[in-house]
């Protein structure tokens, strides 16, 4: 049946860069599956996303007899142990490679190696130009974004959860600073809610650290972390960071939340690592790549932390923002 | 064993057929039984489904109304409260992506959203536009996708007797996708969803989705479609193809009447044929070893039944191959044994005859034996005798080729001299002419009408051994054209009206309008034969030319009342020099030639030739001819009809024989011409530069000195002269006979002075 879904789907869109492989005579040999995982810190979270990731295949009815499903775990700071591990993975490359970070993705295309790529982003991959469209690809490459333009929302959020908030600080990195997209949003958000927002750029946590010791930081009402490189890296040190300010904070994940987070607004991708598995079996039946549609977050959720909020009166969030919380993580001290 | 195999045969037959019989009405029931159970199941299926999905959009149009209907346009309500209650809406449905208010002048006044920020201000317009909606009614578009990927379908509720607005909400599709994931029907069955546009709206391999699919072109969606417009129900079943490949389905089909969205829930019909599949495989199985039970009795009844067969069966082979010594002894008291002893019998009877057969061969061999010795005798006679006309037939070759070849030279010795000979006899005709209209006396001119009718005898003596060798010396090449058949009776007319009626007979010619292809050359010197003939052969009553129709064709007929010809000599008439006897002067005269020569030009046309008399009565003569048209009046030539006087023309002519050109100047003079003369033609060139008059007619032989022809000598004149003068060329050269051109006229040596004159005259009458 894979095979007839893959017949299908090769009758009914076009493969502009040569996917068309056989698909029946690829059912017959092993293939290879690389899951590839760059960090300059620990193996741990790269195994254990691969664990997940071999579920969610075996899940998705992939005959693991017939597909070999590596892991390439490179641990070490810059990119140049990635760029070795490439190189080497170049001299045999897998039949599919799977790039678990925009890091990854970016040291894969600057690989001499042509295979079906399944990737993740945060940013919009448009507008980064690593596909043409959401809808179809265009080039041999596929998978998720988490990105969804909810900058202003977030904003609205926060401002709804704590009305009386005017200024608000917003930690970001090199590349949010520069995106058209998100200062646009930010823009639109002061303007409609009477908002103020600076921008503090932090790279990494020593940074991050600076810039909320400087006086302008100490005048924020609250502070606004959207997703970036340092959340991404050290988000456990972040929301510590954050929290000890004793201010609202907004976050765009509802994990910053359940770890100690103010209140966040999310679009979440259901199962990324099923959506990944499901395109990898199309790729696997002969698909091309380049004719499976990005998946973007399906669903919204805002989440609140009322830990702290009697000790703090400033952290107590509004009714109207507790009756359409999805999610409430502690509970308000007598 | 080959009545084992035929009781076999016998036996698996009736017992194959008498189970297919069984086995077939068996495979029917369990196919309609299946066909019907799986339709059933399909469309109860396909209805739950449906169903459910109908409940969830009850579902999203009951909440969305319950929050329309309130009292929003009393003053109790605000905008903040209704925008808090679209954000309850929305955190309680996941499906819902925006909620906005839309006012009776149709801008928005609240708007909700998941992405947006929730002011007016950042609503765009809906995918479709919504109508204006009485009371609380619910309108649901057409489904879009949002980023090209995600469907989505806007549903719009109207605000009730109270509010006169309308709640509009983007619904995310993806619920649907969540009802139809959970069923799986069958081992290979699939459930899906198409909107009314019959686009993909819900799959469980939700890439499908994504892309946008438009499944119309899928033979179960046209026929669902096709089949619920003519029936009551909102659920049918029908077969089609799989979404995937070419392989038959049988589908079942619900409809959400209110979206227009049909459930599909389909199955391979290998699946569903399955049961089936599995009862003819019993089936045959069982029939399998009923035939292995059938083949099993076959072999134990034949061998009982062919041992004694069998034993008679060597026994005549035995018998066939000599042994007349082979009998059988049975013993088993039936009517095998009977045919046993039978057949002993006529092993006996075998012997004897053989004996007999034997003692006649042997006299027959002996008498064959003399009998060949008698044939071998006589073919060693018959094999003398070819050999003597093999030498026979070798001579008589010789001789043929001998005399093929000295019929050759002949023909090629007349065909020389005739050129040789026309020279001076050319000239001596034409200073006979000349002589003929100086002389005065009667007495001198009864004698040059003598020699010139010796002359004139002379020609057409000239002129039929010419032509016979010619055609002997296969040296005519017909010149096929159309001419309408009128201008060569004129032409025959002008040529022998006079000589008729001279001898005081009648000539008549019947006008035609046939136009017809042939050679006009050789047609006319064909009839002009006949007709010459006719008049030779007729002492009263008179001549007639004229065309009959045969067979979709045209004849042409010469008839005349003349002596006829006996019916014995009606195939001797046209061999070379065959005359009839005849006590007449005139008609003894005749060399015999002119009707062999309109043999062999008829032959040598295509042309049918006939001829029928009656002796005392008279003849006709018949020659068909092909027509390609007719004319609308019969053409007459012009031959006759002009006769202008040449008195006081300019001739020029050019001759490099000074005795013919001397003739032809002579005589032209003599008829009032004006001349120019010269052997070539820039020494007529040269005369004529003395002159300011451009001459009216030029006369010149066709074969000059220095390999120059008529024809150049023509072309130079008229070129000096700038205009185009008629021209005659004189020759007797038989090549000449094939110029192929339309401005000049060719007249054949020797020439009568009278036919020059009235050439002369029927070109300066139409130049």
């Given at each position: ?8 789907v ?8 040569g ?11 092993v ?8 960090s300059d ?9 691969f ?12 005959d693991t ?39 990854c ?24 130009g690593d ?5 179809r ?24 959860g ?18 058209k ?10 303007a409609?809610l ?5 921008m ?6 020593a940074?991050?650290?600076r ?9 924020m009402?609250a ?10 890296d ?9 929290h ?22 999310e ?41 702290g ?8 969030p509004s ?13 308000p001290?007598? | ?11 698996s ?5 008498g189970?297919?019989?069984?086995a ?13 159970r799986?339709?059933a ?9 449906g ?12 909440q ?8 929003w ?17 929305i955190?309680?449905?996941p499906?819902i992506?925006?909620?906005r ?10 708007f909700?959203?998941?992405v ?23 309108w649901y578009?057409?489904?879009y996708?949002?980023?090209?990927s995600?469907?989505f ?15 509009v ?16 029907f ?12 019959n ?69 391979p019909?290998?699946?569903?044929l ?7 495989y019993?089936m045959?199985?069982?029939l399998?070893?009923?035939?292995l ?6 072999v ?15 026994a ?13 002894n ?33 006299a ?13 005798h ?9 050999e003597?006309?093999?030498l ?22 007349l065909?020389?001299?005739?050129h040789d000979l ?6 001596v005709?034409?200073?006979v002419?000349?002589?003929r209209?100086r ?37 005519v ?5 159309q001419f309408?058949?009128q201008?060569?009776?004129?032409e ?14 009648d ?5 035609t ?5 042939t050679?006009?050359?050789?047609l006319?010197?064909s ?12 002492e ?13 064709g045209r ?7 003349g ?11 046209f ?39 009656r ?8 020659i ?31 001759d490099d ?7 032809t100047?002579?005589?032209?003079r ?11 033609a ?11 008059r ?9 074969r ?5 022809t ?5 072309d ?13 060329i004189?020759s ?11 401005d ?24």
């Amino acid at each position: 049946m894979l095979a007839a879904c893959a017949a299908f789907v090769l009758a009914a869109c076009s493969v502009p860069e040569g996917g068309g492989s056989d698909a029946g005579a690829a059912s017959k040999a092993v293939r290879r599956v690389v899951y590839f995982v760059a960090s300059d810190k620990d193996r741990e979270t790269g195994m254990r996303d691969f664990r997940e990731f071999t579920r969610a295949v075996q899940r998705a009815g992939i005959d693991t007899k017939d597909v070999s499903l590596e892991l390439l775990n490179v641990v070490g700071p810059g990119a140049e142990p990635a760029r070795r591990a490439l190189a080497e993975l170049a001299r045999r490359p897998p039949d599919v490679l799977v790039a678990t970070s925009q890091f990854c993705l970016e040291a894969v295309l600057h690989t001499p190696m042509h295979v079906p790529i399944l990737f993740l982003s945060h940013p919009d991959p448009v507008a980064l130009g690593d596909v043409v469209s959401l809808a179809r690809p265009g080039v041999d490459r596929t998978g998720f974004t988490f990105f969804s333009p909810v900058t202003a929302k977030h904003l609205e959020t926060l401002h709804d959860g704590f009305p009386s908030v005017r200024r608000v600080g917003a930690v970001v990195d090199a590349y949010l600073m520069g995106a058209k997209w998100f200062t646009d949003d930010v823009h639109l958000a002061e303007a409609s809610l009477g908002l103020e927002v600076t921008m503090f750029a932090a790279g990494n946590v020593a940074a991050l650290r600076r810039v909320l010791a400087t006086a302008q930081a100490a005048r924020m009402d609250a502070w606004y972390v959207p997703v970036s490189e340092i959340t991404s890296d050290d988000p456990d040190q972040v929301i510590a960071l954050m929290h000890a300010l004793n201010k609202p904070i907004v976050y765009s994940r509802v994990s910053a939340v359940l770890k100690g987070g103010t209140i966040a607004y999310e679009a979440r991708l259901e199962d990324p690592f099923g959506i990944w598995a499901r395109q990898l079996r199309l790729i696997l039946a002969g698909v091309s790549a380049a004719s499976i549609p990005v998946e973007q977050p399906q669903s919204f959720e805002i989440a609140v932390n009322l830990d702290g909020s009697r000790e703090h009166r400033a952290l107590r969030p509004s009714k109207a923002i507790l009756k359409r919380a999805t999610r409430i993580a502690g509970a308000p001290e007598n | 064993m080959k009545l084992a195999g035929r009781y076999f045969a016998v036996l698996s037959g009736f017992a194959a057929a008498g189970f297919a019989a069984f086995a077939l009405v068996g495979v029917i029931h369990t196919y309609e039984e299946n066909e019907g159970r799986a339709s059933a199941l399909q469309q109860d299926e396909a209805r739950i489904l449906g169903n459910r999905i109908e409940t969830r959009l009850d579902a999203f149009e009951r909440q969305i109304r319950a929050v329309a209907e309130l009292p929003w346009g009393d003053g109790l309500l605000d905008e903040d409260d209704e925008r808090e209650e679209y954000r309850r809406l929305i955190a309680l449905n996941p499906a819902i992506y925006e909620l906005r208010t839309i006012s009776e002048d149709e801008s928005v006044r609240v708007f909700v959203s998941r992405v947006k920020l929730d002011r007016p201000a950042s609503a765009t317009p809906p995918h479709t536009a919504v109508p204006t909606l009485r009371g609380s009614s619910a309108w649901y578009g057409r489904p879009y996708f949002r980023n090209a990927s995600e469907p989505f379908v806007t549903l719009a509720i109207g605000g009730g007797a109270r509010a006169r607005q309308t709640t509009v909400a983007e619904l995310d599709v993806r619920f649907v996708t969540d009802v139809v994931n959970r069923e799986r029907f069958g081992s290979d069955g699939r459930v899906y969803v198409v909107d009314d546009s019959n686009r993909l709206l819900a799959h469980p391999e939700p890439s499908f989705v994504h892309r946008n699919l438009d499944l119309s072109v899928l033979p179960q969606i046209q026929h669902a479609r096709a089949k619920l417009a003519r029936t009551a129900g909102n659920t049918v079943t029908v077969e089609g193809t799989s979404l995937y490949s070419d392989e038959p389905v049988y589908a079942s089909a619900f409809e959400i009447t209110r979206t227009g969205w049909l459930v599909f829930v389909e199955q391979p019909r290998d699946e569903v044929l399955a049961p089936v599949a599995a009862s003819l495989y019993g089936m045959l199985g069982l029939l399998a070893f009923i035939l292995l039970l059938a083949f099993a009795v076959s072999v134990v009844i034949a061998r009982k039944l062919a041992r004694p067969i069998l034993e008679i069966q060597r026994a005549a082979t035995r018998l066939g191959r000599g042994d007349l010594q082979a009998r059988v002894n049975l013993g088993t008291g039936d009517e095998i044994e009977v045919l046993g002893n039978e057949f002993n019998r006529m092993a006996e009877n075998l012997g004897r005859s053989y004996s007999e057969l034997e003692q006649r061969v042997d006299a027959r061999t002996d008498a064959l034996a003399k009998a060949g010795e008698a044939l071998q005798h006589q073919a060693r006679e018959v094999e003398t005798l070819n050999e003597q006309l093999t030498l026979q037939l070798t001579e008589l070759g010789r001789s043929k080729e001998e005399a093929e070849r000295a019929n050759a030279a002949k023909s090629r010795f007349l065909a020389a001299a005739s050129h040789d000979l026309r020279q001076p006899m050319h000239t001596v005709s034409l200073l006979v002419g000349i002589l003929r209209e100086r002389l005065i006396g009667r007495d001198g001119l009864d004698l040059v009408d003598k020699v010139q009718a010796s002359v004139q005898s002379m020609e057409r003596l000239f002129n039929s051994l010419l032509d016979i060798t010619r055609l002997d010396a296969d040296a005519v090449r017909p010149n096929v054209s159309q001419f309408p058949l009128q201008a060569l009776f004129d032409e025959i007319a002008g040529n022998y009206a006079l000589q008729a009626r001279a001898k005081g007979l009648d000539f008549r010619v019947v006008p035609t309008r046939a136009i017809v292809r042939t050679d006009l050359a050789l047609l006319e010197r064909s009839v002009g034969n006949l007709v010459a003939n006719a008049i030779r052969y007729t002492e009263r009553g008179g001549i007639l030319l004229g065309t009959r129709r045969r067979f979709g064709g045209r004849i042409i007929v010469v008839v005349d009342t003349g002596v006829g010809i006996p019916e014995a000599h009606l195939d001797e008439i046209f061999e070379e020099f065959f005359q009839i006897d005849s006590s007449n002067a005139e008609q003894a005269q005749g060399l015999g030639l002119g009707l062999s020569i309109v043999k062999r030009t008829a032959v040598l046309l295509h042309l049918p030739l006939r001829v029928s008399s009656r002796p005392g009565r008279g003849s006709v003569f018949e020659i068909g001819v092909p027509v390609v048209g007719e004319a609308e009046t019969p053409q007459r030539g012009t031959s006759s009809d002009f006769a202008r006087t040449i008195e006081g023309a300019f001739v020029v002519v050019i001759d490099d024989e000074a005795e013919n050109r001397f003739a032809t100047e002579a005589l032209c003079r003599q008829w009032g011409c004006h001349v120019v003369s010269g052997d070539s033609a820039s020494a007529a060139l040269a005369a004529l530069a003395k002159h300011l008059r451009a001459p009216d007619l030029i006369v010149t032989d066709f074969r000059l000195r220095d390999g120059l022809t008529g024809l150049m000598a023509i072309d130079d004149v008229r070129r000096e002269a700038d205009a185009r003068i008629p021209a005659i060329i004189v020759s007797a050269d038989v090549a000449v006979q094939g110029i192929d051109r339309d401005d000049v006229v060719v007249l054949r040596k020797p020439l009568d002075p009278a036919q020059l004159r009235a050439t002369m005259s029927r070109l300066l009458a139409q130049h």
